[in-house]
């Protein structure tokens, strides 16, 4: 399981603040993504990026930020402005965007009251 | 962009039994279809995929099978255990280009229960 990993496994915040999540990879894998994943909804994309300091919006970006200043590292940041934030995230890693494997880390499941 | 429908959501089979889980694509230029199984507390992981210039791709009890014309394919388990209970997704990617679609397409997920 290793190669790919995300922190903290567990996180709560307060209804108003900004929280960052972290994915970490060590396969040298130029593409990477953010997922959410809610119960009978499948994996909706956030964001990914195919290179260093480039990165595009997904399905549902709104009220995210992310940024790819290292080819390693893909922080995803939820918002104040998302409006429904309680939910497991999940961060994957491919050779490349399109048609390769993605790996997956263990997830951050998010909740906020 | 891409759709991807999955069916059923939820699927119960006894112990030895098939199971069948079929996904369908609204993009006809899709040409990579892979399957992810998800177990519980688990991150996904790729059990097989397939690609447009095959129709059918088999690895032990796992086949996958793929209808372009009709533009759906599907994941096949035989002699089911146990262990292959699970949420499995199907997902769809279109070719590369200029437009940054390279990305992948996930189904809903279907919840399989193997029965002892």
């Known amino acids: 399981d290793g190669g790919i990993t995300q922190s903290p496994k567990y996180l709560f915040r307060k209804e108003g603040q900004n929280v960052t999540l972290s994915c970490e990879q060590n396969?040298?894998?130029?593409?990477m993504y953010w997922y959410r994943q809610d119960p009978g909804q499948g994996l909706r994309l956030i964001y990914y990026?195919?290179?260093?300091?480039?990165?595009q919006k997904g399905d549902i970006a709104e009220g995210y930020s992310v940024s790819r200043e290292k080819k390693e590292s893909f922080p995803l940041t939820v918002t104040s402005a998302q409006k429904n934030p309680t939910a497991f995230y999940l961060c994957?890693?491919?050779?490349?965007?399109?048609?390769?494997?993605?790996?997956f880390g263990p997830g951050t499941r998010l909740t906020v009251t | 962009g891409e759709n991807v429908e999955q069916h059923p959501s939820t699927l119960s089979v006894q112990e030895g039994d098939s199971a069948v889980i079929k996904c369908t694509y609204s993009?006809?230029?899709?040409?990579?279809f892979p399957w992810y199984k998800q177990e519980l507390g688990k991150r996904p992981q790729l059990i097989i995929d397939?690609?447009?210039?095959?129709g059918e791709k088999k690895d032990q009890r796992i086949a996958v099978t793929l209808n372009k014309t009709a533009k759906h394919f599907s994941l096949h388990i035989t002699e089911t255990q146990p262990e292959d209970s699970a949420v499995y997704f199907c997902?769809?990617?279109?070719?590369?280009?200029?437009?940054?679609?390279?990305?992948?397409?996930f189904g809903t997920g279907t919840r399989l229960t193997i029965i002892p």
């Open positions: 397939i690609r447009s210039n095959v």
């Open positions: 396969l040298n894998h130029d593409a």
């Open positions: 993009d006809s230029a899709s040409n990579y």
């Open positions: 994957a890693s491919s050779m490349a965007a399109g048609d390769y494997e993605q790996y």
């Open positions: 990026s195919q290179i260093v300091n480039d990165f």
């Open positions: 997902a769809a990617s279109i070719p590369p280009s200029n437009f940054g679609n390279e990305k992948l397409t």
